[in-house]
C-alpha cells in the first residue's frame, strides 16, 4: 500500500495537477488575509472555510490523475481494500501539505496578529485551535474530493457537479444551523466557534460531528467504488 501511495502522490506531481489547487488556495488566502490582521483561531477559522473546496478539488485531481486501466490493475494486484485506502492516505497527505502552506501564508502577510485584549486567547492556544480547524476541513475535503472522483461519477462533468454542489451545500447550509446541520461538516460553525474561546464540549461535539460525516462519506464512496469497478 505505501508503494502505490507513493506512486498516486508522485504521478499526481509529476504530471502538473498538484500546483493549480496549491496556486489557487495561496492567492485566495493571501487576499483573506493581506487586509488585515486578526487573532490566530478567527483568521484561521476562515481560512479552513476558505481551504475547503480547494483540497476537496486538490483530492479529486490527484485520484483522477490515475488511468481506469491502471487503477484496475492496481485493485487486482493490491486488493479492494489497499487499492482504495492508498488512495484516500495519498489524498490525505497532499492536503496536508497544502494545509501546512496554509497555516504558515497568513503570517507572511501579516494576517495573523496575538492577543490584544484581556479576554483574547493566547497565541499558542489560538495556532492549535486553527490547526484542528484545519484537519476537520480536511477529513471533510478528501471525503468530498473522494465522491466527486472519476472513479465513482464516471465523467468529468458528473464529478465537477458533486465537487461544487458539495463545497456549495457544505457552505450554504452551514450558514443556517437550522437547515439540516448534520447534513453537511461543520465548517461554518468551526469558523464561528473560532471568533470566541469555544470550550471543550463544543471542540468535542464538532468533532465528532465532522469525524461522522467524513466516514459516512468515505462508507458511501467505498460501496459506489465496489458497485463501479
Known sequence: ?????????????RTGRAYAP?????VVLGVLHGGGAAQAAEAYGVSAVVLF????????????????LQRRLALVAAGPG????????????????????????????GGITGPREPG???LGEG???GV?????????????????????????RHGLVVLVG?????????????????????????????????????VAMLTLHALAWAVLALAGYARLRRARR
Not at 53 to 68: G, H, R, S, Y
Open 166 to 202: 458539495g463545497a456549495v451545500a457544505a457552505l450554504a447550509f452551514g450558514m443556517k444551523a437550522s437547515v439540516a446541520p448534520w447534513a453537511v461538516p461543520p465548517l461554518m460553525s468551526t469558523a464561528r466557534a473560532l471568533t470566541g474561546a469555544p470550550g471543550a464540549g463544543t
Open 82 to 109: 489497499r487499492e482504495l485506502a492508498a488512495g484516500l492516505l495519498a489524498g490525505a497527505l497532499a492536503g496536508a501539505a497544502t494545509v501546512v502552506i496554509g497555516l504558515l501564508s497568513p503570517w507572511l502577510v
Open 120 to 122: 483574547d486567547l493566547p
Open 1 to 13: 500500500m505505501t508503494a502505490l501511495t507513493r506512486m498516486r502522490l508522485a504521478a499526481f506531481v
Open 22 to 26: 496549491l496556486i489557487a488556495g495561496l
Open 127 to 129: 495556532i492549535a485551535l
Open 53 to 68: 473546496p480547494v483540497l476537496a478539488w486538490q483530492t479529486k485531481l490527484l485520484l483522477d490523475a490515475e488511468p481506469d
Open 132 to 156: 484542528w480547524a484545519h484537519l476537520l476541513a480536511l477529513a471533510a475535503a478528501v471525503a468530498l474530493g473522494a465522491l466527486a472522483s472519476r472513479a465513482v461519477t464516471g465523467s468529468p
